[in-house]
């Protein structure tokens, strides 16, 4: 399901009702300002892409998205991104771009050194500091820039097989 070029406030609560949905993209579909802890009722989901919410957290059901393997949030006001990453076991590409967040969560380590761990992650412009240490530690490609100072890629312990560095790609 895609919901493209919108001015949704909300997220209607009917698409929550489609359990079998594998994919849902809202694209420049609104500045909504939440999203709705009923996202947890779509457990079949394995794509979600989202540009343009201005939802800051993400709620507590998102993290219980078993089959999720392929998240993007883009271009929104998302400052926290804590929460219990471990319980999206399928998760293996994430695309934060353009969200407000400063901090990588702890928490999103443990996706990268499981059994079926994140393979790519986007971090792009995002204002981070500093990443958890050991997160390179399974990843095939890590893409940063914008704000954040390729200084802290410390791959000295050759943590992961870096094949290129240029303008913030690995």
Same mark, same amino acid.
């Given at each position: 399901?895609?919901?493209?070029?919108?001015?949704?406030?909300?997220?209607?609560?009917?698409?929550?009702?489609?359990?079998?949905?594998?994919?849902?993209?809202?694209?420049?579909?609104?500045?909504?300002?939440?999203?709705?802890?009923?996202?947890?009722?779509?457990?079949?989901?394995?794509?979600?892409?989202? #540009?343009?919410?201005?939802?800051?957290?993400?709620?507590?059901?998102?993290?219980? +998205?078993?089959? $999720? @393997? !392929? *998240? =993007? /949030?883009?271009?929104?006001?998302?400052?926290?991104?804590?929460?219990?990453?471990?319980?999206?076991?399928?998760?293996?590409?994430?695309?934060?771009?353009?969200?407000?967040?400063?901090?990588?969560?702890?928490?999103?380590?443990?996706?990268?050194?499981?059994?079926?761990?994140?393979?790519?992650? #986007?971090?792009?412009?995002?204002?981070?500091?500093?990443?958890?240490?050991?997160? +390179?530690?399974? $990843? @095939? !490609? *890590? =893409? /940063?820039?914008?704000?954040?100072?390729?200084?802290?890629?410390?791959?000295?312990?050759?943590?992961?097989?870096?094949?290129?560095?240029?303008?913030?790609?690995?």
């Amino acid at each position: 399901l895609s919901i493209i070029n919108t001015d949704l406030k909300e997220i209607p609560k009917e698409i929550f009702e489609i359990t079998s949905l594998t994919k849902l993209e809202f694209s420049h579909a609104g500045d909504f300002e939440e999203l709705p802890e009923e996202i947890g009722n779509l457990q079949n989901l394995d794509y979600l892409y989202i #540009t343009g919410g201005a939802f800051n957290k993400l709620p507590d059901s998102f993290f219980t +998205l078993k089959k $999720l @393997s !392929s *998240l =993007s /949030l883009i271009s929104m006001k998302l400052t926290d991104i804590s929460g219990d990453w471990a319980g999206l076991e399928a998760l293996n590409t994430v695309t934060f771009q353009a969200c407000d967040f400063s901090e990588v969560p702890d928490d999103l380590l443990g996706l990268v050194t499981k059994d079926t761990p994140i393979t790519s992650l #986007t971090l792009y412009g995002n204002p981070i500091a500093d990443l958890p240490e050991g997160l +390179l530690s399974n $990843l @095939s !490609s *890590l =893409s /940063l820039g914008g704000y954040f100072d390729r200084t802290y890629i410390d791959n000295s312990s050759n943590e992961t097989m870096v094949e290129s560095l240029a303008d913030g790609h690995i």
